[in-house]
């Protein structure tokens, strides 16, 4: 039962590493044939994660209470922006292509963790110091690609961004904070890379005993 239970994710991550590499391969390739077919001079619409705070007059009505105005204060954790700029443009790019490229990887490692644990049920060998690499390996990919989006959209809301008015009010901006939460998930995959490896040395120290 877990035999096949393992199997099957495997054969699920690998399934999903193949499309992720299809993916960022039609990536290129559009990046490159888009610029020769299409000559249009419309903005781009590219979303960045900013966060910024806003209070706007509003008005509503209760049931047979009448009617209430007052400002709402208002949270934009994401924008849009229409750029012509090829700059912006290449940093999309570039930007997806880490994205499909760190998504390919993780499922690539993903895949071969779950095809060694298959083969250890087999051997009744459960901890083997190349997952415990490959976990680590995850986790400071996705670490590492959650600090790029984060420095991404500094350098977006403090060095490309001059001045963002809603409704016609200029309001302050920043990086959103809150994508730091994203951290404490890759935290977990760090402790657990560590509770494998004490699982390894455990095993290590009872084949010594033996």
């Given amino acids: 039962m877990k035999k096949g239970i393992i199997n099957s994710l495997s054969w699920v991550f690998k399934s999903m590493y193949s499309l992720s590499v299809v993916a960022f391969a039609a990536l ?3 990046s490159v044939i888009s610029p020769l077919i299409n000559h249009s001079t419309d903005s781009d619409i590219l979303n960045y994660s900013l966060s910024t705070h806003i209070k706007l007059p509003v008005s509503y009505e209760i049931w047979n209470d009448g009617e209430f105005s007052n400002n709402a204060s208002l949270n934009i954790n994401e ?3 229409s750029v012509n700029s090829i700059w912006y443009k290449v940093l999309d ?57 984060f420095v991404e959209s500094v350098c977006i809301a403090w060095l490309f961004i001059d001045e963002l008015s809603i ?12 994508d730091l939460s994203h951290l404490f998930p890759i935290l977990i995959i760090f402790v657990i890379a560590e509770v494998y490896k004490a699982g390894i040395k455990l095993k290590e120290e009872s084949e010594l005993t033996i």
Avoid: M
């Fill in 28 to 30: 290129i390739i559009g």
């Fill in 79 to 81: 924008i849009s922006l």
């Fill in 93 to 149: 790019i570039i930007s997806s292509l880490i994205t499909y490229g760190c998504v390919a990887w993780v499922f690539k490692l993903l895949s071969e963790i779950f095809k060694s644990l298959s083969q250890s049920i087999k051997e009744v060998q459960y901890f083997d110091i190349e997952n415990y690499s490959k976990i680590k390996r995850i986790g400071f990919i996705s670490l590492g690609f959650h600090i790029y989006g």
């Fill in 167 to 178: 409704g016609g009010k200029a309001v302050s901006y920043g990086p959103d904070l809150s």
